[in-house]
């Protein structure tokens, strides 16, 4: 048996009544397959995420890269580049 809040409960009735939906099942079901494919998303950007971060952590093992003070000073001048181009 599951339990819904009354939040939950006006919210299906909102799709309900939008004329979009035949019943609470049919938005339950859609929510729930929205609800997967973010999941998915999420593991999808996570696993490239690490990849990224070894790939990263790699070039640096091999002397690659440029320290965290430099990499900042770099992007704070383009950030200041770009706003001082778009002043008006």
Known sequence: MLTLTPEQENLIQTHLATGRYANAEEVLAIALQLFTHLDQEHQTWL?????K?????AELDRGEGIDGPTAM??????FQAARSDSAP
Do not use: P, R, W
């Open 47 to 51: 696993h490239e995420t690490q990849q």
């Open 53 to 57: 971060i070894k790939a990263g952590i």
């Open 73 to 78: 000073n770099h992007y704070l001048q383009k």
